[in-house]
T-cell receptor, first 115, second 114 residues
Framework: DTGVSQDPRHKITKRGQNVTFRCDPISEHNRLYWYRQTLGQGPEFLTYFQNEAQLEKSRLLSDRFSAERPKGSFSTLEIQRTEQGDSAMYLC?????????????FGPGTRLLVL | GDSVTQMEGPVTLSEEAFLTINCTYTATGYPSLFWYVQYPGEGLQLLLKATKADDKGSNKGFEATYRKETTSFHLEKGSVQVSDSAVYFCALRGSGGSNYKLTFGKGTLLTVNP
């Protein structure tokens, strides 16, 4: 068990560019979550997958954001036409459907800076 | 909607001092409650949890009791160490079969001085 991994760890981009982040959950976990954390705040929920199905999306997830989880394994979060307000830490978490289903395990995050 | 309010920081203590970080919540039904910790440069780690009223979660000397009557889940530790310096987040997961997201408080920065 290597934990949840995210790539890249840091991303600097110019306003208007597109960026894509990847999350690899713990291998046996069928649930995957994306959160966004801005400076001085707690993480805020963005979206949730069970296997490959995206079951819930926050109103924070504007039309410029899209998330996928093909084949129910890794997930990608794409932000199109980035804005300075998108600068944040993007966190991925996963959980199982079994005994420990209450617990979400978080990755190290991808820190995005939009110039 | 669900919300979590936790004590504003930063909190600065001397080693071996007693720690309390207050957390209260608003939610319908019977949420599950969590404390997560974020050490400098690292991701969020689950510290402890409680899934029903009067449950006590504990780990690494930290404790928190799920108090439904006061809608609280205060974090305590009897004797803090320098290595406990981190940001602590209180969170809840709402009740109901399809509610899986976590709602977090803003976090409390704890600094423990030797």
């Amino acid at each position: 068990d290597t934990g949840v991994s995210q790539d890249p760890r840091h991303k600097i981009t110019k306003r208007g560019q597109n960026v894509t982040f990847r999350c690899d959950p713990i291998s046996e976990h069928n649930r995957l979550y994306w959160y966004r954390q801005t400076l001085g705040q707690g993480p805020e929920f963005l979206t949730y997958f069970q296997n490959e199905a995206q079951l819930e999306k926050s109103r924070l997830l504007s039309d410029r954001f899209s998330a996928e989880r093909p084949k129910g394994s890794f997930s990608t979060l794409e932000i199109q036409r980035t804005e300075q307000g998108d600068s944040a830490m993007y966190l991925c978490a996963s959980s199982s459907q079994g005994r420990d289903q209450e617990t979400q395990y978080f990755g190290p995050g991808t820190r995005l800076l939009v110039l | 909607g669900d919300s979590v309010t936790q004590m504003e920081g930063p909190v600065t203590l001397s080693e071996e001092a007693f720690l309390t970080i207050n957390c209260t919540y608003t939610a319908t039904g019977y949420p599950s409650l969590f404390w997560y910790v974020q050490y400098p440069g690292e991701g969020l780690q689950l510290l402890l949890k409680a899934t029903k009223a009067d449950d006590k979660g504990s780990n690494k000397g930290f404790e928190a009791t799920y108090r439904k009557e006061t809608t609280s889940f205060h974090l305590e530790k009897g004797s803090v160490q320098v290595s406990d310096s981190a940001v602590y987040f209180c969170a809840l997961r709402g009740s109901g079969g399809s509610n899986y997201k976590l709602t977090f408080g803003k976090g409390t920065l704890l600094t423990v001085n030797p």
